[in-house]
């Protein structure tokens, strides 16, 4: 298997919920389910990739308090190098309704001062050369994302593939920002993207002729995925050929970090060498799996995992 790596945002998830309706100001509710978690896009994905068995580095920092030292335990030999901020660590208090849905209240925390230096303190270039790189909490990372065209100079020198999620920005797909992540996609080697990201970025109401376009845009050998949550997932591959994945049918208990779990199981997948229909199985089979137990489950081993997609 290809090195395996993820880039950015580590935090706290603190889950409550199931809530409905919203409550009135002043007023208190009780529910049913809480669950204290490591979180964020790329602390998702590594405990997925934890759970598969699959070998991975993470850069990440935290702030200085016990939600820190929890996080960076969490990770052991891991997260040894991470830099620790003098901020509070981030917080995000998500707040699950029964349809699956889910609404989420997040301090800034430490994850703005993320940076490059952070990202050479807890990655080996060489070691990861030739293997790939998850790259997400690109609009939460201020001080990394500044210095992006580094960090994509530093994967091209190492044979790294990137592969981004950018994630939600926190302001909308604001001309700038969609700008920006189109300037970010055309140093990716895969996007890793769900239905509205892919079709807002586009411009193109249709998911396949959005993820054409997209692709249109990035390095020839590029794949593009776009995330369609229970309808699965599509890509458009390196030759430019449609492949697509229908996702199981689950009862829903909790969809908190469904994408990243997907995007763990799609590139573990990938840097095994399997097909890109299998990568797609795999990261709907997984994804499907985690967001329909409580407590979550991801199918042990990723052999496991992608053997159960072919069957």
């Not at 909308?172 to 920006?180: D, I, K, V």
């Not at 990938?270 to 990261?283: I, N, S, Y």
């Not at 979550?296 to 496991?304: D, F, I, K, V």
Request: hydrophobic share 40%; net charge negative; proline share 5%.
């Amino acid at each position: 298997m290809r090195p395996l790596a993820v880039i950015g945002n580590v935090n706290v998830d603190l889950i409550l919920g199931p809530a409905e309706p919203w409550p009135k100001a002043g007023t208190e509710i009780i529910v049913d389910h809480d669950e204290l978690r490591v979180g964020g896009s790329a602390g998702n994905a590594a405990l997925a990739w934890k759970a598969l068995g699959v070998d991975f580095d993470i850069a990440a920092n935290t702030g200085t308090d016990e939600f820190g030292r929890w996080l960076r335990e969490a990770f052991g030999r891991r997260a040894e190098k991470w830099p620790v901020r003098p901020e509070g660590t981030t917080l995000s208090v998500g707040i699950t309704h029964p349809d699956g849905e889910r609404t989420f209240f997040t301090t800034r925390g430490h994850l703005p001062r993320f940076s490059l230096d952070c990202v050479f303190a807890a990655l080996d270039g060489v070691r990861l050369s030739g293997g790939y790189a998850l790259l997400c909490g690109s609009f939460l990372t201020d001080d990394l994302t500044a210095d992006y065209p580094s960090l994509f100079d530093w994967a091209d020198t190492h044979n790294i593939t990137l592969a981004l999620d950018t994630g939600w920005p926190l302001d909308g797909w604001t001309e700038t920002n969609r700008q920006a992540t189109s300037g970010w996609l055309s140093r990716c080697g895969c996007a890793l993207l769900n239905e509205v990201e892919s079709t807002t970025l586009s411009g193109l109401a249709d998911p396949v002729e959005a993820a054409r376009e997209l692709k249109r845009h990035m390095p020839a050998n590029a794949i593009v995925v776009v995330k369609r949550g229970p309808d699965g997932a599509l890509a458009i591959g390196t030759d430019g050929t449609l492949v697509s994945a229908a996702a199981p049918r689950v009862e829903v208990v909790d969809t908190i970090g469904a994408g990243d779990v997907f995007n763990a199981a799609f590139l573990a997948a990938l840097a095994d060498g399997k097909p890109l229909a299998d990568c797609l199985a795999a990261g709907t089979t997984v994804a499907s799996r985690a967001i329909s137990t409580l407590p979550r489950n991801y199918g042990g081993p990723l052999a496991t995992a992608t053997g159960e997609t072919a069957s």
